[in-house]
């Protein structure tokens, strides 16, 4: 299984920022502190915000 690096958007805010695929930690917006993403054992649970593109 790849993993690789996720262009994403917040909702809330529509920050963009890039994250890694299979983060192990919650993710929080930089600018409005909304919760991106949740650890979820393997990939990331994607939260608070919308994939952009994918980054290799």
């Keep these: 299984m790849p993993s690789n690096f996720l262009k994403v958007s917040c909702r809330d805010c529509s920050n963009e920022c890039v994250i890694f695929s299979r983060a192990t930690t919650m993710i ?3 600018v ?3 919760t991106l993403t949740n650890p979820a054992g393997g990939k990331a649970a994607l939260v608070g915000c919308n994939v952009i593109e ?3």
Excluded: I, K, P
Aim: glycine letters at 22%; aromatic letters at 0%; hydrophobic letters at 20%.
């Design 28 to 30: 929080s917006c930089g």
């Design 32 to 34: 409005c502190g909304a």
């Design 54 to 56: 994918t980054l290799e």
